[in-house]
């Protein structure tokens, strides 16, 4: 009788409409890790039109979820509560681990440091350029991240789960920060390795105007009516609003940044209570809504 095979690392990649994005991914980690029994790939796509669903069919090794309509980043918790490994690792389309060595780093840290929930890799793109957001500790080495950038990162899948997965409704953008705190109210932390290291192609995509405003305007106010009090939440939310303001003329979509505010505050909010700790952790978000603080453009 066969022994069932023990997943370690579940990869998980969305897809929306990028096929070719989606093949050179799908390639690079079938060349990785396609023949090893340890690892599984899953493809989402979110009803793609471009001949995507027809190609992941197509592909021994993957295992695609096809979806029928685009359920933004939603899609990536099909693939997550199908995933069957101990950790997950997460990515974009247009990204991928620079070699597998980054795969059995990715296991081992996990391995090694139980208190590590979530292990933030590092972003770059095909040259080897980092590509530094301000997610990410400034300096290069092993230690602690306040956050992670969501086309690169694992995670202990029990955990994932345990928090909910991706928050659903926030269809796109700041998903990453509500997973952290979430992350850290669970008692675990986040560490950002160096040498676990994804390469980002960086494709600019093809998303309207609209979204660039309203997604990433009424997901921030809901964060910070979720996981901040007075006076502190009074600021950033002003703060925020005097950004996006200014974010919103420049892009003229008004409409959308009205939307945004009031769907923002009109939403019921399931309130939380970090520790201070955790608050201090979270301090670069802070920074990006704090009129004080932030002199360029909040994303």
């Known amino acids: 009788m066969e022994t069932p095979r023990q997943i370690r ?10 096929l070719d994005e989606t093949r050179q991914t799908v390639e690079r980690l079938l060349a990785m890790a396609g023949e ?52 997950i690792l997460v990515l974009d389309d247009d990204s ?10 990715i296991v081992a840290l996990l391995d ?15 040259a080897g350029a980092p590509q530094w957001k301000w997610h990410l500790p400034r300096e290069h080495r092993f230690g602690i991240s306040p ?5 690169g990162f694992a995670i ?4 994932f789960e345990q928090i909910g ?8 953008y700041q998903n990453e920060i509500d997973v952290s705190f979430k992350v850290r109210m669970q008692g675990y932390e986040i560490y950002y390795d160096p040498e676990c290291r994804v390469v980002h192609r960086g494709v600019p995509s093809q998303r309207p105007g609209r979204r660039c405003v309203y997604y990433p305007t009424r997901n921030t106010i809901w964060l910070i009516r979720r996981y901040y009090l007075r006076p502190a939440a009074t600021y950033m939310l002003f703060s925020r609003l005097l950004v996006g303001l200014g974010r919103a003329m420049y892009l003229r979509q008004m409409e959308a940044f009205w939307s945004a505010v009031q769907d923002g505050f009109s939403e019921p909010i399931d309130r939380q209570r970090p520790s201070r700790a955790i608050l201090r952790q979270a301090a670069p978000f802070f920074r990006q809504n704090s009129i004080v603080h932030q002199t360029g453009r909040m994303t």
């Open 9 to 18: 690392l579940s990869i998980v990649l969305l897809n929306y409409n990028r």
């Open 36 to 87: 090893r029994p340890d690892i599984e790939i899953i493809a989402v796509d979110n009803n793609s039109v471009d001949g995507t669903a027809e190609y992941l069919e197509k592909q021994d090794g993957v295992r695609e979820v096809l979806l029928r309509e685009n359920n933004g980043i939603a899609g990536y918790n099909k693939g997550f509560a199908l995933a069957a490994g101990d950790y």
């Open 96 to 105: 991928c681990p620079r070699d597998a060595a980054t795969l059995n780093r």
């Open 112 to 126: 090694k440091n139980p208190e590590m929930g979530v292990l933030a890799c590092h972003i770059e793109t095909p």
């Open 147 to 151: 956050f992670f950038i969501g086309c």
């Open 156 to 159: 202990r899948r029990r955990l």
């Open 165 to 172: 997965w991706y928050p659903e409704n926030f269809f796109i």
